[in-house]
């Protein structure tokens, strides 16, 4: 067991140093410097070389490596080139908020597919299941960005409309001008949670359905019935435990997503998460920004996956490595 | 397939005539042994292929050979509309921006006998977009781009991820362990970033471009359910029995293993295509897929606040109901595939 997992330490190590080359030669290969965007176009051209030029971005990009990664492994992650802060405050402000925004819909979501995912496969082929698997296919189909707009069109628009321009939820962002206050923020986060939640429900309940009845065709559970159980505690005692697991490791692989927040829901919800902070930062070409998410969501999933391995080793015996 | 003939009871013809029935029946086979017996015994339903079988059990699937049928349709006028329709796509009026759907006028026509008729007339059946382009003829070119991307990235992942798959499954060893750190390389990176950086760096996004970085990027799936396939298939016994019989490599990659492995591949591959078309949707909308004019499901929709704001909801639905209906039809033949090839497994 501890071989195994130093080895996959070593490798996830091995891994990451790879990742960070890649993506590294990739941002300095791109053609064209970074400043081009967003500049004043009237800037001395003198000036921009001359920033250029203290950045070290005019050397190749292998020159450049060594100095990144000696920085990264003493924990500097650089400054950006946009927002002309050290890219960790940047972090700081930003994971919290996709947390935020992913967590409650994670939540949500695991409350309702669960419990969905149960019915639909302790009453197969019932309406009820045939229901569950409608929304599960519809939900599979839709992409983010047209449920995303589409709760935008309903929920901001026309909800204005009917109540006569009292109500409605807001169009963007995490909270109206100063205030700080929980309902803001609940008021703020219905939409795009909403958004979120659908899509990994169809996912969840699928999946919870389809393990809850691999369990229920199993002997242990004909037993039971046998025994003369009630069908309540056969399917809640016997059968849920085993078939929540692989549930809880796709949770636990969900996590990593979590901080690497929604691209394209918090994109159009004009969310401040890491999300949107990563794809401006790809527009913008603001690299220290790319290689910090990049490098982090890889650490996460790298670890997360790790654990995720272990724990199955430790919940079920009969695994060995 | 035929039912199968039920035999009568014994009880019911009586010893006596029981025997005697079979006498007859021995002295029938007799009389006709010359023909070929055996074939005749044959169920029907046996006679017909793996592949026949499988179509027929689609076809049974209601919901899957409809949503099959919507899709031949869209295809069919993706690929041919565009052709009669020229440059309708990208012509421009800008004078009739914004113009609605379903708005009809009155319009004379005449017969070739001579007859004037008022017929009721649109020049643009949904209407125009904000620079005046009609939206149908964009919508129907966008899924020609939608099809295109989904089908030939869906190629490309076959190549990659199934060579890849195949032989890492199959030889195991240093190779196979090079695919699973690389596939979960893949996996730890965030694969929207991931294309946009990369098609920045190829400098700028074409057709071409965005296809092969798409199939160069997402084949691991593939390539993880060969490889699983051909571990498993690999210890079966029909492939030691081949082996034993002193098959090649390359005989028992081909001959044996490839076939009994094609049905999981299958499944995931259409519903990878419906995948693959809402990831270009998605980078449409993001601004990273094909440039204008050119229009595409997701670039359509692109700058969509403009529209919501300006009230012009039409011109958001009409490329979203595309995309969804789309998706969820590769989707719905995809599930009726996997239960007519393997109607085992629901």
Known sequence: MTSYIARRVLIGVLLLLFMSVIFFALTRLTPGPPFTQGENPRTHQELIDKRIHALGLDRPWYE?????????????????????????????????????????????????????????????????????????????????????????????????????????????????????????????????????????????????????????????????????????????????????????????????????????????????????????????????????????????????????????????????? | MAEKETPVPRSLLGGDTYTKAVAAEQELRMAHADEDLVTTEIPEGAELGFWKLAGLRFLRHRVATVSLAVLATIAVLAIFVPILQGNLYRDQDYRNGYGQPFLFHARQLTLPAGIAVTVPWTDHLLGTDDLGRDELARLIRGGRVSLEVGLLAMLGYLIIGGSLGAIAGYYRGFLDNLLMRFTDMIIAMPFILVVVAVTAALGGVTLQTLILVIAFTGWYEIGRLMRAQFLFLRESEFVQAARALGASDFRIIFRHILPNSLTPIIVSATLGVSGIILLEAALGFLGYSIPYPEPSWGNMLQGFEDKLLRDQNYLVVFPSLALVTTALCINLVGDGIRDALDPRQR
């Open chain 1, 64 to 321: 450049q490596y060594p100095a990144y990664l000696n920085a990264l492994l003493h924990g500097s992650l650089g400054d950006s080139y946009q927002y002309k802060k050290p890219v960790s405050t940047l972090l700081v402000e930003r994971v919290p908020n996709s947390v935020i925004l992913l967590g409650t819909s994670l939540l949500i979501s695991l409350g309702i597919a669960i419990p969905l995912g149960i019915f639909a496969a302790t009453r197969q082929y019932s309406k009820v299941d045939m229901a569950t698997s409608v929304i599960s296919y519809v939900g599979i189909s839709v992409p983010s960005f047209v449920l995303g707009i589409f709760l935008l069109i309903f929920g901001a628009i026309y909800l204005r409309k009917l109540t006569g321009n009292t109500f409605a939820f807001p169009l963007f962002g995490m909270h109206r001008g100063d205030d700080q206050s929980f309902l803001d923020l609940v008021v703020h986060m219905v939409l795009p949670v909403t958004s979120l939640a659908i899509l990994t429900i169809a996912g969840f309940s699928r999946f919870m359905r389809s393990s809850m009845l691999e369990v229920l065709h199993q002997d242990y559970i004909r037993t039971a019935r046998a025994k003369g159980l009630s069908g309540r505690v056969v399917n809640y005692k016997h059968a849920l435990r085993n078939a929540i697991l692989p549930i809880i490791t796709l949770v636990a692989l969900q996590i990593p997503q979590l901080v690497s927040g929604a691209i394209i829901t918090e994109g159009i919800f004009s969310w401040p998460g890491m999300g949107l902070l990563a794809f401006q930062a790809t527009v913008d070409r603001d690299y220290p920004v790319i290689l910090a998410v990049v490098m982090l969501v890889a650490f996460l999933t790298v670890l997360f996956n790790l654990l995720a391995d272990v724990s199955y080793a430790v919940v079920d015996p009969r695994i060995r490595y």
